[in-house]
Structures are given as C-alpha cells and as structure tokens.
C-alpha cells in the first residue's frame, strides 16, 4: 500500500464521481504528450502527479508504476537492480501508461509484442468514479480491450509491469541492402533467429536500406569502446547508422570485385601459350571468388560492422534527432547549417521532448506542416507501400519495426493475427493545409487497400463511416456501455482530426482569411520560434542535463544481473 498513491487516486475518483453525476464530458491531463494530434478544448481531469515508480520487485520480476512514470526514469529505476522492460519506446518521455493507452511497438516487439503485453494488471478509476483492478482473471475483457484504445474506456493509474534479465551491452549489426525487397525481406528473416533480441531497419533510399540487429551481452572486445549517443558531442544515431550502411555497403562492393592479377603479360610470349596461361588463371579465378563466397556464407563475423552500445544508450538511441525528424528544424529555420558544431550548440533542443513541445507550442502551422505517420502492414504488402510513399510523398528516410501478431479486436495496428512490418513515415508536407489534408486522406485509403492500419497517435482523417469499417464496433461500444464510459471521448472522437472546423478557422479551402494576429501566427518563422519560447519555459531541457542515461555506464560494473533462465536470459 502506498498512502500518496491512494490519497491521489481518492481524489481523482471523487473528481471523475461528481462529472459523472453531472453527465459532463471530460478529457484527461496527463502533464505531457507524444501525440501530433491537434488539441481539443475540454473540461479535464488532471493526473499529472501520478508519476513514481511505486516498486519493483527482483523475485518475481515486476514493476509497480503510475501512468506518467516515463521511459527513462522506469529504465533507471530497474537497470538498478538487473532488470528491464521488455519493450521499452525509444523515445525516454514517452510514459507507462501512454505505452499501455496507444500502440507502442519498437525493435523488441517481434518477440514480445506491444508495450501493453508485459502489463500484468492494472488499476482503473472508471467514468463512474469506481476504482477496479484489471487483469487476465479480473475485469478480464476491461484488462483486454483498454490496451490501445487511447483511455477511452477509463483512467489507469497504476500498472504492474513483466520485467526481463538486463545485461550491460547491445551488440549491434549493421547489414545494407541495394533494394527495398531485400531490406524488408532481411528484417523478416532476423525477426526468425530467436538469438535476436532487438530488430529494425531504415530505408535511406529506393537502392539503399540498412538492417540492425542486436543481442544483448555482458561482453565487448578489449579493442573497442562504447559507442554513445546521449552526449552533446555524441552522433545522433540515425547518422551514424547512416555511416555505418555506407561503409557496410563498400565492403560489400569490394568483395564483388575480382582480384588484381599479379603476373605481366610478356609481349613477346607466343599466342598459344599465353592463351593457356589466361585460360588457368580464369579457372583460378573462378575458385577464388567460389570459396570467398562460401567463406561469406558461412562465417561473417569478420567483416560485420558493429557498434558496443550501453543498454539505456541503446534503448533510446532515436532520442536526440527524434529519429530525423529534428533535421527538420534546420531546414525550417534555413540560415542554420545542418552540421556537427551546430547540432552541439543546439542539443538542448534536439532531444525528443524538446521537440515535442516546440511542435506543439506552435500551433496548427507546426502541426500540420510534416507527414508524421506509423503504419504497419503485412509484410507483403509493405514495399507497395513504400512505393507509394516514395512517389506521392518524397519521404525519406523510413523506419521499418517488425511486430509480433496481435490478437484481435484491437485497436493496435494490425488486421489480422500476423506479423506486421511497422513502417515511420516522418518528413516534410505541403504548406497548403488542404493540399495536406488530401494526402493524408489519400495515405489512409492506399493502407486499408493493403491491408493495413495506422498507429492511431497521428493524424485521423477516416470519416466516422470508413473508421468503423477498420475495428470492431459492437465489441467496443458493449465494453463503453458495460462500464458506462459515456462521459469519456470515444476512441474515434479522440483521435479524429476536425478537417470542417480547422478549413473554417482558415479560411474556405485552406487559405488563411482570419484577423491579422492569425495571420501573424501563420507566417514564418514566427510559429517556430513561438515554439521554441514555449519549448525552453516547460524546462524540459534540463532533464536531458541530467546523467540519466549515462547512470548504466556508471553503476553497470557493480550491478549483478538477475541469474537467466534457459536460452540467452530473455523470457
């Protein structure tokens, strides 16, 4: 029992009791947000100070945490003690309870699933102001069905969560590829080696993909050292993948390259016997390049470039550049040049959080200036997907996460029970808001023509109609009556995006026509730097100032990881 805890969930149940009585709609403040969703104006509930990591317990492997416990504090608090989540989003401000609410998959959840799935319980304040627990023997379909639907169904204030054995290192494997099919086809084949432990990929271009497997190990060679990238002076990861795809991709083309022959050709040789010699040093040529393909085949680990990554580091390796979509800022605010010593300057505003809050603290112009979108889609249907994206949308790079099959209904993005390849479309979009409408709208009908779903975080331009033809209806609105959640928004009302009342604030088609203050706002770069101003007063600088992610570097050589089991120590 912890008094704090149930001293504040007392109070947010009396609050949600009184709305309820009163058949007011509300919404709940969580504090802070990952969402690119535009906001919506409502009475709230206010939760942020659920936010401790409330025990974690090495015997049976579990954390007890509330919802706004983020990545990098949960991290911190279980790499103490040998432990980690299994899946763990790559963004540190991204929350437990955000994690369990959407449909938080990354490069881990090809064996372990969701987020939600390593979430053995947990506690609900429902719209009645009731508190329950849910798990798989109780409220065992309120358990099952809150998982992805965006707090739709009630307020989770306290999770227990499944941890697993932690060692101190990633060991990281950087493979190129020349196509698209061989790329996606690579990431399925690495999702297949149980050894695996972490996969993803980035699709730098139509002829250049990249494949990253880890394994976690206690081990590294004496000859090199940890690879960072939490430090101002470290690379942002998506570069240093970059470099490490390039310099892959060169020894790949060498290798190809037939040797130089060693012996002159004498002029003065008769024509019989220098077409014999000719004709032995083909056959062996031919051998040669024979037995260093089969040598290829069967062992790689001389050529393999890897990188040593401290767990955390590794963990939240997109964090600094929010994947690449900090570039972005550089070319919004064009006068600044996209280098080293700039992107050191500026670090404090590289970090994910940061960004986050500049994006959202400039209002609608920044919201709807980039394609921000996850999409996943069976694995065969993904590089039409990619084509699409290329010719449509010019988006480059794009992240490519295998996810385990998820059970259905959901909300997750998946159509059916079967592996899914999650693919990050994040760049640059039309200016003209209903230029970007369209392609947003023209996005959203190519995936259902595939099979495929959107991660519900994003932008939502289904109509209601064309919505529900995506998830299970009856099966959701039976859980909504069930546990009278009518005061709450609808996962639809949630994450729908009001194209109707943003074209009227703009102007008929898109174009700007309000007062001049509007008008203001909308011109460049004054939406940026109002994002800005607004980004350094939440002070969430400072966080990143903070040793939190060099805290295994530190304490890692006095940590005694938990005994595995059978296998490689992960359940």
Same mark, same amino acid.
């Given at each position: 029992? %912890?008094?704090?805890?149930?001293?504040?969930?007392?109070?947010?149940?009396?609050?949600?009791?009184?709305?309820?009585?009163?058949?007011?709609?509300?919404?709940?403040?969580?504090?802070?947000?990952?969402?690119?969703?535009?906001?919506?104006?409502?009475?709230?509930?206010?939760?942020?100070?659920?936010?401790?990591?409330?025990?974690?317990?090495?015997?049976?492997?579990?954390?007890?945490?509330?919802?706004?416990?983020?990545?990098?504090?949960?991290?911190?608090?279980?790499?103490?003690?040998?432990?980690?989540?299994?899946?763990?989003?790559?963004?540190?401000?991204?929350?437990?309870?955000?994690?369990?609410?959407?449909?938080?998959?990354?490069?881990?959840?090809?064996?372990?699933?969701?987020?939600?799935?390593?979430?053995?319980?947990?506690?609900?304040?429902?719209?009645?102001?009731?508190?329950?627990?849910?798990?798989? #023997?109780?409220?065992?379909?309120?358990?099952?069905?809150?998982?992805?639907?965006?707090?739709?169904?009630?307020?989770?204030?306290?999770?227990?969560?499944?941890?697993?054995?932690?060692?101190?290192?990633?060991?990281?494997?950087?493979?190129?590829?020349?196509?698209?099919?061989?790329?996606?086809?690579?990431?399925?084949?690495?999702?297949?080696?149980?050894?695996?432990?972490?996969?993803?990929?980035?699709?730098?271009?139509? #002829?250049?993909?990249?494949?990253?497997?880890?394994?976690?190990?206690?081990?590294?060679?004496?000859?090199?050292?940890?690879?960072?990238?939490?430090?101002?002076?470290?690379?942002?990861?998506?570069?240093?993948?970059?470099?490490?795809?390039?310099?892959?991709?060169?020894?790949?083309?060498?290798?190809?390259?037939?040797?130089?022959? %060693?012996?002159?050709?004498?002029?003065?040789?008769?024509?019989?016997?220098?077409?014999?010699?000719?004709?032995?040093?083909?056959?062996?040529?031919?051998?040669?390049?024979?037995?260093?393909?089969?040598?290829?085949?069967?062992? #790689?680990?001389?050529?393999?470039?890897?990188?040593?990554?401290?767990?955390?580091?590794?963990?939240?390796?997109?964090?600094?550049?929010?994947?690449?979509?900090?570039?972005?800022?550089?070319?919004?605010?064009?006068?600044?040049?996209?280098?080293?010593?700039?992107?050191?300057?500026?670090?404090?505003?590289?970090?994910?959080?940061?960004?986050?809050?500049?994006?959202?603290?400039?209002?609608?112009?920044?919201?709807?200036?980039?394609?921000?979108?996850?999409?996943?889609?069976?694995?065969?249907?993904?590089?039409?997907?990619? #084509?699409?994206?290329?010719?449509?949308?010019?988006?480059?790079?794009?992240?490519?996460?295998?996810?385990?099959?998820?059970?259905?209904?959901?909300?997750?993005?998946?159509?059916?029970?079967?592996?899914?390849?999650?693919?990050?479309?994040?760049?640059?979009?039309?200016?003209?808001?209903?230029?970007?409408?369209?392609? %947003?709208?023209?996005?959203?009908?190519?995936?259902?023509?595939?099979?495929?779903?959107?991660?519900?975080?994003?932008?939502?331009?289904?109509?209601?109609?064309?919505?529900?033809?995506?998830?299970?209806?009856?099966?959701?609105?039976?859980?909504?009556?069930?546990?009278?959640?009518?005061?709450?928004?609808?996962?639809?009302?949630?994450?729908?995006?009001?194209?109707?009342?943003?074209?009227?604030?703009?102007?008929?088609?898109?174009?700007?026509?309000?007062?001049?203050?509007?008008?203001?706002?909308?011109?460049?770069?004054?939406?940026?730097?109002?994002?800005?101003?607004?980004?350094?007063?939440?002070?969430?600088?400072?966080?990143?100032?903070?040793?939190?992610?060099?805290?295994?570097?530190?304490?890692?050589?006095?940590?005694?990881?938990?005994?595995?089991?059978?296998?490689?120590?992960?359940?």
């Amino acid at each position: 029992m %912890n008094v704090q805890h149930d001293a504040a969930v007392s109070r947010i149940a009396s609050e949600v009791r009184a709305l309820f009585a009163q058949r007011q709609p509300f919404r709940v403040f969580h504090g802070s947000t990952n969402s690119t969703r535009p906001g919506h104006g409502a009475q709230t509930v206010d939760i942020s100070a659920l936010g401790n990591v409330l025990s974690i317990d090495q015997t049976t492997r579990t954390a007890v945490v509330e919802p706004n416990v983020p990545m990098d504090q949960l991290v911190q608090a279980t790499l103490a003690r040998g432990l980690v989540p299994p899946v763990v989003m790559e963004f540190p401000g991204i929350t437990a309870g955000g994690g369990f609410a959407g449909s938080a998959g990354e490069s881990s959840s090809f064996r372990h699933g969701y987020f939600d799935e390593a979430v053995r319980s947990v506690e609900v304040v429902l719209a009645t102001g009731d508190v329950v627990c849910a798990s798989a #023997d109780e409220n065992a379909d309120l358990f099952r069905g809150a998982r992805g639907s965006a707090g739709t169904l009630g307020i989770v204030t306290k999770l227990e969560l499944a941890l697993v054995p932690a060692r101190r290192f990633v060991r990281l494997v950087y493979r190129s590829y020349a196509s698209v099919d061989d790329t996606i086809a690579a990431v399925k084949a690495a999702t297949e080696d149980p050894a695996n432990d972490y996969v993803d990929g980035i699709l730098f271009s139509p #002829d250049r993909g990249l494949v990253m497997v880890g394994r976690m190990t206690d081990d590294m060679p004496t000859n090199k050292n940890p690879q960072t990238f939490s430090r101002p002076r470290d690379p942002w990861f998506y570069l240093r993948a970059e470099s490490r795809s390039r310099k892959h991709r060169k020894q790949q083309l060498q290798k190809q390259q037939p040797p130089k022959q %060693n012996q002159k050709r004498q002029a003065t040789e008769h024509q019989a016997t220098e077409h014999q010699t000719t004709q032995h040093q083909t056959t062996e040529h031919q051998a040669t390049e024979h037995q260093a393909t089969e040598h290829q085949t069967t062992n #790689d680990s001389d050529t393999e470039i890897t990188d040593h990554i401290p767990l955390a580091e590794y963990l939240f390796r997109y964090d600094r550049g929010g994947f690449w979509a900090g570039a972005q800022g550089f070319r919004y605010f064009w006068f600044v040049p996209f280098c080293g010593p700039a992107r050191w300057l500026l670090d404090d505003f590289m970090h994910a959080r940061m960004l986050f809050r500049a994006l959202q603290g400039g209002g609608p112009s920044m919201s709807f200036r980039g394609v921000v979108q996850d999409v996943a889609l069976p694995y065969a249907a993904a590089a039409d997907f990619v #084509d699409y994206a290329a010719a449509e949308l010019a988006v480059w790079p794009l992240w490519l996460c295998p996810l385990r099959a998820a059970a259905q209904p959901t909300f997750h993005p998946s159509c059916c029970p079967q592996p899914m390849l999650n693919i990050g479309v994040w760049g640059a979009a039309s200016g003209d808001l209903a230029t970007f409408v369209r392609q %947003n709208r023209a996005l959203e009908a190519k995936l259902t023509r595939l099979g495929g779903r959107k991660v519900l975080y994003a932008h939502t331009y289904y109509s209601e109609d064309e919505f529900w033809a995506l998830y299970d209806r009856a099966w959701y609105d039976g859980l909504r009556a069930k546990y009278q959640a009518t005061t709450l928004p609808s996962i639809y009302d949630k994450v729908h995006v009001d194209v109707a009342g943003l074209m009227a604030r703009r102007g008929q088609g898109g174009r700007r026509s309000a007062a001049w203050v509007r008008q203001l706002a909308d011109v460049w770069p004054v939406p940026g730097l109002a994002g800005i101003f607004r980004a350094i007063r939440s002070r969430d600088y400072k966080i990143h100032r903070r040793p939190l992610l060099a805290y295994w570097e530190e304490r890692n050589a006095n940590v005694q990881p938990t005994t595995p089991g059978p296998g490689k120590g992960t359940e």
